[in-house]
């Protein structure tokens, strides 16, 4: 079996193009980060709005590296019993019910309180023992044979002690269990934060990690990435439809849309059999990509405008043009 | 290279960037990953190991960009530009030797062979700028010109990095020439030749203290801000301390967001102990109590904006403004003799206009703390209430007006706390016009404040004793 550092980045070009292969398309400021990630086996935390690919690239690559991909999702009030291990504690009682009469047995002969506890500590702590323990997400990534990729989603969700307690996995892929040691992790996970800036991480961790900024990408990589992710989309409509969500990024808006909104509209558009954005087009599709309603109303109101716009953007042949806006 | 990684990082610090020991050994291994051929790939490499927040990024991207920008040695007459930033080699790395091989001087009878290749002289004629510059930035590593302070070690480092490049053989050029007065031509030229690498080598130790020299003295001045009076404080140094007071006041911020819940005693969570008492076959081993969140304080904030505080003014209000970003319900109000919400404006507007604006419509001469309290009293009064902190900044100098003072028991009794920060010393408390001595017994914190280091204390106690007594 293949384990996670069997597979070897050699150069940053090697990671964007096989991300590219699992169409992940992304710019060679994020391929340097996770290329340096990979080589220097540290974690990474990955900032920017939401729906911009954070999740997505620990997907890819744990579909490029070939090994399980384990997600721990934060939340408020997230603490060790839910994210590294807890006791099964029904197994447990259980076990201590059917084995009553082996104990009993076990004791025959001890004459006394003091040898009967002599003779239970002959043996090893059974119900404390690895058996009985059930694994969660960090636990199984530390477990796994071949490595893993290790996403801890929306950390900036968490409460700050679930924060400090992370300190330990990140920064030498061990963790403490009190009653069985500590535990390292066999093969080094490959481990992503991800990060929507609710609330600032403390510098503790972010001593521990690398990091990685994802802005909204450029008019020519948002182009690249519909491309690939809805085939079928015609060159034409692409262009018009990424200029128009640039422009609409620029307006003054609650939630701007993200990739993953844009990837949306283009499905709706495809299954719409739409040629060209149009006014009435743009109109009904509008809350597709725009979440809010104040947004929505405020995007109406410029709709002429930004169309125009989005329509003399997407003529320009170069792309320099697209850049100013994002 | 560990030695230009080394200047890279000092010169970050110099930006205000905060760069750990940890950092450094990341970034050290990254550029030994990445190497230094690729100038995006390296500002990729370290910008991910070296930088932690967005904003930062930003910094980094122009400390990077000014840093590996290759300082070259103007040739004369100027005009020529230098080496294109395009594929810079990191200053200072070319090999010494390289200097030997190129550029022929005009070799004049004087002439004398440097230690290091080439007689300075030589270069400067023929202007050879890339030997020229590979032995400036030699000189300056020698020197060790990364260590540089203050703009009065200028001249210090100028001199001593001419004469590491030679200055005393060409001095003792130019005065041989003289001697031999049939070459008055060649004196000319070489005393131009040295008045040109004084200018250049003076740039260049400019260049670089702006780059290294600014955090050390931006430390020792932050340290002066701190402690002085703030009516001695410039108002050129408002922005810097605009800085200041928000980065106290995001510390606080992140000491006191952490006491959130506070358990109330006596009351089980029930479903929580049975949830977790499974465990132990329904015996309740580890009780859950039920909590409380704990409110943010609610604080109404009013600061006298009159002549005779007219100096502090200004920074009480860069506080009240800082307050306003930290503490989630703030309302801010103005007085000279009257009372004014500026709440709105505070929201609207950034800090050095808002600031600005409430000293223009709000200010003047004439305060009337009677009238504000009875201001307050009118409009305020039904809003305070056991949750409310109030916090006023003033002089409490009445020009003589009739005091009210028994609005500030009624006010005393109604909030949670009201504290009273004056600018004037103790002592000076009750002299002439000051009412304070009458106000202070309805205040549960009166104390003197004309320092930040005077603010954070109060903000700090402020925030502690609001989470403790909620």
């Not at chain 2, 329904?282 to 505080?309: H, L, Q, Y």
């Not at chain 2, 403004?321 to 500026?342: G, M, P, W």
Request: proline residues 4%; aromatic residues 8%.
């Amino acid at each position: 079996m293949k384990s996670l550092h069997d597979s070897h980045f050699d150069t940053v070009d090697v990671v964007s193009s096989r991300l590219a292969d699992v169409d992940y398309i992304c710019t060679r400021e994020l391929a340097t980060a996770v290329y340096l990630a990979f080589n220097l086996e540290k974690p990474i935390l990955v900032e920017g709005p939401a729906g911009v690919g954070k999740t997505e690239l620990a997907k890819s690559m744990a579909t490029i590296l070939d090994v399980p991909l384990i997600r721990l999702q934060c939340y408020e009030g997230l603490d060790e019993s839910k994210a590294l291990y807890e006791w099964k504690y029904g197994k447990q009682l259980l076990y201590t019910q059917l084995l009553k009469d082996k104990l009993a047995e076990m004791m025959q002969g001890a004459v006394g309180l003091a040898a009967s506890i002599e003779r239970l500590h002959g043996h090893d702590d059974l119900f404390f023992s690895e058996h009985f323990l059930e694994p969660r997400p960090l636990y199984q990534a530390l477990h796994q044979e071949r490595g893993c990729v290790l996403l801890i989603d929306e950390i900036d969700k968490s409460d700050p002690e679930f924060e400090a307690f992370l300190l330990e996995v990140l920064s030498d892929f061990q963790v403490s269990v009190p009653e069985i040691g500590t535990i390292v992790a066999k093969v080094k996970p490959l481990v992503f934060l991800t990060s929507n800036n609710t609330r600032e991480m403390s510098d503790a961790l972010k001593r521990r990690c690398l990091h990685l900024h994802i802005p909204f990408p450029e008019a020519k990589v948002e182009r690249t990435i519909l491309e690939r992710r809805v085939p079928g989309l015609s060159q034409t409509l692409n262009r018009e439809l990424v200029a128009f969500v640039q422009a609409v990024r620029a307006i003054d808006l609650k939630k701007q849309p993200s990739v993953s909104e844009t990837i949306d509209w283009a499905k709706t558009l495809l299954l719409l059999n739409a040629e060209h954005l149009s006014l009435d087009l743009v109109r009904s599709t509008l809350n597709v990509f725009l979440k809010f309603e104040q947004d929505i109303a405020s995007a109406t109101e410029q709709l002429p405008a930004l169309l125009a716009q989005a329509r003399k953007d997407a003529e320009l042949p170069l792309s320099s043009h697209h850049a100013s806006h994002a | 290279m560990q030695a230009t990684l080394e200047d890279f990082f000092k010169a970050l610090r110099g930006s205000d960037i905060e760069v750990s020991l940890n950092a450094q050994i990341d970034a050290a291994r990254a550029t030994a990953l990445v190497g230094w051929r690729e100038r995006e790939l390296l500002k990729s490499a370290l910008g991910a190991t070296l930088v932690k927040t967005v904003p930062d990024r930003a910094i980094f991207d122009q400390t990077f960009e000014r840093f590996f920008h290759f300082d070259t040695f103007g040739t004369r007459p100027a005009g020529q530009p230098g080496a294109s930033p395009a594929a810079t080699p990191p200053p200072g790395e070319q090999p010494q030797s390289n200097a030997e091989g190129s550029g022929q001087g005009s070799g004049g009878p004087g002439g004398c062979q440097g230690s290091a290749g080439q007689a300075l002289s030589q270069l400067l004629l023929a202007g050879d700028s890339a030997a020229l510059s590979r032995r400036m930035q030699q000189a300056a590593r020698d020197v060790g010109l990364t260590d540089i302070w203050f703009f009065t070690q200028k001249g210090y480092y100028t001199q001593k990095i001419q004469q590491a490049m030679g200055l005393d053989l060409l001095d003792r050029e130019i005065t041989e020439a003289r001697r031999q007065t049939q070459a008055p031509q060649r004196v000319a030229e070489l005393e131009r030749a040295r008045k040109h690498l004084f200018n250049e080598v003076r740039n260049f130790v400019e260049r670089k203290l702006s780059m290294y020299g600014t955090a050390p003295t931006r430390e020792l001045h932050d340290d002066f801000l701190q402690t002085q009076k703030l009516s001695n404080i410039d108002r050129r140094d408002f922005a810097r301390m605009h800085e200041i007071v928000r980065k106290i006041a995001r510390r606080l911020a992140e000491r006191h967001a952490r006491r959130k819940r506070r358990e109330q005693r006596g009351q089980l969570d029930f479903r929580r102990t049975m949830r977790a008492n499974a465990a132990y076959g329904g015996v309740m081993f580890e009780t859950f109590w039920r909590s409380t969140k704990v409110e943010r304080p609610r604080v109404v904030a009013i600061c006298d904006v009159s002549g005779s505080v007219r100096q502090y003014a200004r920074f009480l209000l860069l506080f009240l403004y800082s307050l306003d970003e930290l503490v989630s319900e703030v309302q801010s109000f103005a007085f000279t003799n009257h009372l004014v919400d500026v709440s709105a404006t505070f929201a609207a507007l950034p800090v050095e206009q808002a600031v600005d604006r409430v000293m223009q419509a709000v200010g003047g001469s004439g305060t009337d703390y009677g009238q504000v309290l009875q201001d307050i009293d009118e409009q305020l009064m039904h809003r305070i209430d056991r949750r409310t902190t109030v916090l006023i900044l003033g002089d409490a100098r009445n020009n003589r007006g009739e005091a009210h003072a028994e609005i500030m028991r009624t006010l005393y009794g109604r909030a949670r706390r009201v504290i009273w920060l004056n600018p004037e010393p103790v002592s000076f408390w009750g002299l002439g016009d000051s009412e304070m001595k009458r106000y202070a017994p309805y205040c549960h914190i009166a104390r003197e404040c004309n320092s930040l280091r005077h603010l954070e204390r109060t903000l700090d106690e402020l925030l502690r004793t609001n989470s403790a007594s909620a």
